[in-house]
């Protein structure tokens, strides 16, 4: 009968008949039973109230259990979808802290642990990431495709990893590009590199002599892309040393 409860609940929630689904979801959390679902029917309460728009209510049950569930993978699906509460209520930089807070807890719990969060929700990943790149928040777009991870040949993602890189470049965030390009292997972001050595070899001649060697490693069949990038870092260089 525990069981029972559980399953009737979880069947209205996936009809989409949310309020009822949430009435039985709160008794199992008030009853407490059963006891290895109460994580599983606060997620699912949150989850209710988001698709109600109603965030704050959700960001609330999330609260709860983010960084805290006894089960890693309820912890890092509701800090997940904490991400898109707050995109929900206009709230980017929350938006962007919680990617970031995200990524950290998925280095902490294991890859294979939000594996199966990222295999479900793959397609919103796409959908936050091309918001935040409208937004011009390249940064967290880039931290939002780094949880997709997607494989080579999805072209929408890779369309707005090459968006986000420009970005990324525009403001020589060399960290965050190699970090996107090794999370993106099938996007072409080769020119985004050699913009982004141009951009730091003005003021790091040397971190920009540095990424020309690594850029050139990774995309030895775009040289021509980096035969400008590598003139400037000398041109820097010279100036330098005058």
Not at 44 to 54: I, Q, S, T, V
Not at 120 to 148: C, D
Request: proline share 3%.
């Amino acid at each position: 009968g525990e069981q029972d409860a559980f399953d009737g609940a979880e069947v209205l929630f996936v009809l989409g008949e949310y309020n009822g689904a949430a009435t039985k979801f709160e008794a199992i959390v008030k009853d407490g039973r059963p006891e290895r679902r109460v994580e599983r029917a606060k997620l699912r309460l949150g989850m209710c109230h988001e698709a109600r728009r109603r965030f704050e209510d959700a960001l609330g049950w999330y609260g709860s259990l983010s960084g805290e569930a006894s089960d890693p993978g309820v912890s890092l699906e509701a800090g997940f979808r904490e991400c898109f509460c707050y995109g929900g209520l206009g709230r980017a930089d929350d938006v962007a802290r919680s990617i970031a807070d995200l990524s950290a807890r998925i280095d902490e719990a294991g890859a294979d642990r939000w594996e199966a969060v990222r295999s479900s929700w793959g397609w919103e990943i796409a959908q936050l990431a091309e918001k935040l790149v409208v937004q011009k928040r390249y940064q967290a777009a880039a931290g939002a495709l780094r949880l997709a991870r997607p494989d080579r040949g999805w072209s929408r993602m890779e369309k707005t990893a090459v968006a986000a890189s420009k970005g990324l470049a525009d403001d020589a965030a060399a960290d965050e590009l190699f970090r996107l390009a090794d999370a993106c292997p099938g996007a072409d972001l080769a020119p985004a590199f050699a913009t982004c050595i141009r951009k730091l070899s003005a003021k790091l001649p040397e971190d920009a002599l540095s990424m020309l060697a690594a850029s050139a490693e990774r995309y030895p069949d775009r040289s021509e892309l980096f035969g400008e990038a590598g003139a400037s870092i000398s041109k820097a260089l010279v100036a330098q040393n005058k």
